[in-house]
């Protein structure tokens, strides 16, 4: 059964105090891994996709990457608009394009 | 470009009833996936239409059901509502092309049975 844990649950960093997330994932056949940011009460908003482990996708002050278990969302230098709940999804080859998500980690950044 | 959007925002029901959710898709695809997200927790998969026709289904009950239209809007059906249905149901439209589609949400709508 495909499964993915994010790690930490939450976290709380100063502004400018750089930072990792931790997405471990196993999966039958890896078609992709995904990034979504969630503000509290609206929608998943989507970051990146990543396909093949050693890739790299940055975005402003966020850079995801990927290995065959486990992949990181670095945030830089983050800033107080930054605070949200990250998740991390993945989707296997075949069948229906489902997400399987893990829980989040839900990050706040202090001004 | 038009996204995703759905409705009703928020929904109160008495348990044992029927609900319908509503939802549109981005304009340019073909794709539509239900899921359901229990507060703190991430979202889970319902089912997923492509081409009018369900696609996949996660592990929910035959009460949930669901419908695609012709121009890819969508209707998610709950019936027998139970005090757990309550949660913000999230719909997604992608772009199935072979590849891994990203799945771009919609503002969810959530659900309270009591």
């Known amino acids: 059964e495909d499964q993915v844990t994010q790690s930490p649950e939450a976290l709380r960093l100063q502004e400018g105090e750089s930072s990792s997330l931790n997405c471990s994932y196993t999966?039958?056949?890896?078609?992709?891994l995904f990034w979504y940011r969630q503000d509290p009460g609206k929608g998943p908003e989507f970051l990146f996709t990543?396909?093949?482990a050693g890739e790299e996708k940055e975005k402003e002050r966020l850079k995801a990457t990927l290995t065959k278990k486990e992949s990181f969302l670095h945030i830089t230098a983050p800033k107080p608009e930054d605070s949200a709940t990250y998740l991390c999804a993945v989707q296997a080859r075949g069948g229906a394009q489902k997400l399987v998500f893990g829980q989040g980690t839900r990050l706040t950044i202090n001004p | 470009e038009t996204g995703v959007t759905q409705s009703p925002t928020h929904l109160i029901k008495t348990r044992g009833q029927q609900v319908t959710l509503r939802c549109s898709s981005q304009s340019g695809h073909n794709t539509v996936s239900w899921y359901q997200q229990a507060l703190g927790q991430g979202p889970q998969f319902i089912f997923q239409?492509?081409?009018?026709?369900?696609?996949g289904r996660g592990n929910f009950p035959p009460r949930f059901s669901g419908l695609q239209f012709p121009n890819y809007s969508s209707e998610l059906n709950v019936n027998a509502l139970e005090l757990d249905d309550s949660a913000l149901y999230l719909c997604a439209s992608s772009l199935v092309s072979g590849g891994a589609g990203e799945q771009y949400f919609g503002p969810g709508t959530r659900l309270t049975v009591t």
């Open positions: 990543l396909y093949s």
């Open positions: 999966v039958s056949g890896l078609r992709g």
């Open positions: 239409y492509y081409r009018e026709e369900e696609n």
